[in-house]
């Protein structure tokens, strides 16, 4: 139990009959129907609560809150519920509300002169793609999961994705949020501005909190022109090292217009293509590593291709890559896509895994790689990496399956129970390249208690001060983020 919350209500005393009069939209209490809100995306977070809420405006979250608060019931927020660090599941006390956003979707403005869009925080983020395409502009948030994830998960997870590299993450794409605080105010900071000096930036502490200091109810996106043309490929490296260089001579030779630029590991690609038969590798010889490429010009696509084609040559000739397609179609490129977003599910459909989500600074990934690879074989031999993700950002999904022999149904309790000790090397080593242990998945339960060990004193200090001030009653998704005192 979390020691932050102050007087944990006694679940037999609760009348939830007064919290469904207190605002309208859907209370869930059917056990068969709150399960698919009590268990992670992963299915490594099994949790209970007490009734599913879905307020249907932004006065019931905050009736639902101050309900909450009165009663010291804990509050979960949830959005579409795909988070990997189990952030959205509840404990297993069952004494909380899961608080979900589904019902509150609407698109309340756009704006194309101030280049913004006010959403509500259960929109999906697929769904704010098509209105900003709708409004001729570009949204450019990219994350596999995006027609469930929504805008309010997004931004409290402060999500990152593909083209992170062009456009930033999801705290630097956001203007303003509307915020139910943690004592059932309404803070309206939906304010469209890129400029405002005006006091402690609130915005960027609800960012990013994972729902541990109040509720993003609404907020004001960044749109962009739409680009005349997009050009993808895949380029064949040999290893981390010559994917950096590749990335170095790609920025200098095709400057902001790179916005993607993601690298993907041999088994990686083995297990797409095993689990989902109908993609393809597109090389006819397997190479060690992949690097998929991403442009946006606006100019025109006969512009894009003539760059790309022109980076491809000199990077062959150069002998960093060592082949390359270039998709010619819309079809092509989706392909090319799929191989790297399916890595995720192939992982998950070939067993359990161990999963990092690390940054270290650009420069220093191929040493990282190298040398971390290198100390987990010799601690646990035959272990097989699942390297892949955002090169560009520093931003590697640095994942451990057991070997060949040993994955599987029968072994899943034996290898998981590596797990601390495969942590504290992979983390050990990212904190030895001044990285860190998260960089866009957060750290709800999974990566809680290892984010602390590694932070200084003042760091958690601060942090739980911001948290006492907020949430003064411990009530905001307790157990998550910060480890209990
Ligand atoms: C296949 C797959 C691929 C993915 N790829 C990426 C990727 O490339 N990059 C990336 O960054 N992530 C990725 N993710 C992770 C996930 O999609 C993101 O973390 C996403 O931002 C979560 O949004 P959600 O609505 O599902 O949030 P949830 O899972 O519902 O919640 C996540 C956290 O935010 C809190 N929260 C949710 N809504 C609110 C709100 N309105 N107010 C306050 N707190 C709230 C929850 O309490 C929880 O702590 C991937 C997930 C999957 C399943």
Not at 122 to 139: D, I, K, N, Y
Request: with cysteine; charged share 20%.
């Amino acid at each position: 139990m979390d020691t932050n919350r102050k007087e944990a209500a006694d679940p037999r005393t609760i009348d939830l009959e007064a919290l469904r009069a207190a605002f309208t939209g859907r209370l869930i209490t059917d056990a068969g129907d709150l399960e698919p809100f009590t268990i992670d995306w992963r299915r490594r977070y099994f949790g209970r609560t007490l009734a599913v809420a879905q307020p249907d405006s932004v006065a019931g979250v905050a009736a639902i809150v101050r309900w909450c608060a009165s009663r010291r019931v804990a509050v979960v927020p949830q959005g579409g519920n795909t988070g990997l660090s189990g952030g959205a599941t509840p404990d297993d006390s069952g004494r909380s509300i899961v608080l979900s956003l589904a019902r509150l979707a609407k698109v309340r403005s756009i704006d194309t002169i101030n280049n913004s869009i006010t959403v509500e925080a259960g929109c999906t983020l697929a769904q704010v793609h098509e209105a900003a395409e709708a409004a001729g502009r570009l949204f450019p948030l990219s994350l596999p999961s995006e027609g469930t994830c929504t805008i309010g998960g997004n931004l409290s997870t402060n999500a990152g994705g593909a083209a992170v590299l062009r456009y930033g993450n999801a705290r630097e794409l956001c203007l303003g949020v509307e915020v139910v605080t943690a004592e059932g105010g309404i803070w309206n900071g939906l304010r469209g501005l890129r400029k405002d000096n005006t006091g402690y930036d609130l915005r960027d502490l609800f960012i990013g909190a994972e729902g541990t200091l109040g509720v993003i109810t609404a907020a004001t996106l960044k749109l962009y022109p739409r680009p005349a043309a997009q050009i993808t490929a895949m380029a064949a490296v040999s290893d981390p090292h010559t994917a950096l260089r590749l990335l170095e001579l790609a920025q200098s030779m095709l400057g902001s217009t790179l916005t993607a630029f993601e690298l993907i590991s041999k088994l990686c690609l083995e297990l797409v293509t095993e689990h989902f038969p109908d993609h393809r590798r597109p090389f006819t010889e397997a190479s060690p590593y992949y690097v998929l490429l991403e442009t946006s010009d606006s100019e025109s696509e006969a512009h894009a291709s003539a760059q790309f084609e022109a980076l491809m040559e000199r990077a062959i000739d150069s002998g960093i890559v060592s082949d390359a397609v270039v998709a010619t179609s819309g079809a092509q490129s989706r392909a090319l896509w799929a191989l790297r977003e399916l890595i995720s599910e192939a992982q998950a459909l070939a067993g359990k895994n161990i999963k990092h989500d690390i940054s270290v600074p650009i420069s220093s990934i191929g040493d990282f790689v190298e040398r971390t690879n290198a100390e987990l074989q010799r601690q646990f031999p035959g272990i097989r990496m699942v390297v892949f993700g955002h090169l560009g950002d520093g931003n590697l999904h640095y994942n451990v399956s057991p070997s060949a022999d040993r994955a599987g149904p029968g072994h899943e309790d034996e290898f998981l129970a590596m797990q601390p000790a495969i942590n504290r090397v992979t983390h050990d080593a990212v904190v030895a390249f001044d990285g860190s242990i998260s960089a866009e998945h957060g750290l709800g339960q999974l990566r809680r208690d290892e984010s602390a060990r590694y932070k200084s004193d003042v760091e958690m200090a601060l942090m739980r001060r911001v948290k006492q001030a907020l949430d003064p009653l411990g009530i905001m998704n307790p157990g998550k983020y910060l480890p209990p005192q």
